[in-house]
């Protein structure tokens, strides 16, 4: 045998040097949930070490964040009952809590990425990404609404806005909405393949945002399909995305691969909710190592193409690297 690859698997040294793939806390954009009022802190029950913060006290984990390293953040606001409507008027509502804390976490940390989501369902009293009438999601009317919110978020700071929505032509819509407003040098990450996944049930939790009636497949694309995921990717690029997103991450390893392949904008993943619990609930249980478990996918993720990988693990990744 001349060929002999385990000679390059010999020792934890040359093992370093081969190592096609590395992980950096740079890599990373974490998610937070964030609650109106004050000195709030309530865990996601269904995703344990998750937690809900008031603005205040997110300004602490913010800052106990960038000490470790990870300086991006999405943030997520969860609306009660009555703060919702058919029309999430909360969402651009220029006093409503989550655009106050916007501009209050980057008045504390100009240099702290802020990133935020754009669609209906957190302020939706249906619960759904879009406008809904006569039980259809209405696509042209929707994004004269997510219009509203990206301007009202680029305007409270937001450095990245991220359409989760799925309606048609809606990249396009928020970047001429934003350029109009004099906010050129907001970036768009559009979550350009994002699947009817069965894995956003904790985040749905999180925020107490589920539909109402019926399910999001008339927008979310179909598990089954890879090379729909291209003519998603076609048009955001055309509109202009500055990120192309692929979500959730670990089941769609193949999609960005495909989409990192075929695009010169930079891949993310969006390690979702569901994809930390399994982890999180089979390590509470000893039926796997957790820590293991966690650094493989990320790992993985990476491997596959992504560029930015969007993960609830992203705290305790950077913890691990202290
Ligand atoms: N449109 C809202 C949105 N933005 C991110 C997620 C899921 C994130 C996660 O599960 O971690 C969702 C849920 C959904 O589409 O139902
Ligand atoms: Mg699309």
Known sequence: MYRRPRRNRKSSVIRGMVEET??????????????????????????????????????KEVESCMELGINAFDIFPAYTEDQKDKYATESHNPETFYLKAIQKIKETFPEACI??????????????????KDGKILNDETLEILGKMAVAQAQAGADIIGPSDMMDGRVGYLREQLDDHGYTDVSIMSYTAKYASAFYGPFREALDSAPKMGDKKTYQMDPANLYEAMIEADLDTEEGADFLMVKPA??????????????????????????????????ERGWLDGERAMLESLLSIKRSGANVILSYFAKEFALLQK
């Open 250 to 283: 670990l089941a769609y390893l193949d999609v960005i691969r495909l989409l990192k392949d075929n695009y010169n904008v930079p891949i993310a993943a969006y390690n979702v909710s569901g994809e930390y619990s399994m982890i999180k609930a089979s390590a």
């Open 115 to 132: 990133m935020t989501d754009v669609a209906m369902d957190p302020y939706s009293s249906d619960g759904h990404d879009g406008l809904v």
């Open 22 to 59: 590395r992980l950096s806390t740079k890599d990373f954009i974490f998610p937070l949930f964030l609650l109106g009022g004050k000195n709030q802190k309530t865990e996601v029950k269904s995703m344990p070490g998750i937690f809900r913060f008031s603005t205040d006290l997110m300004l």
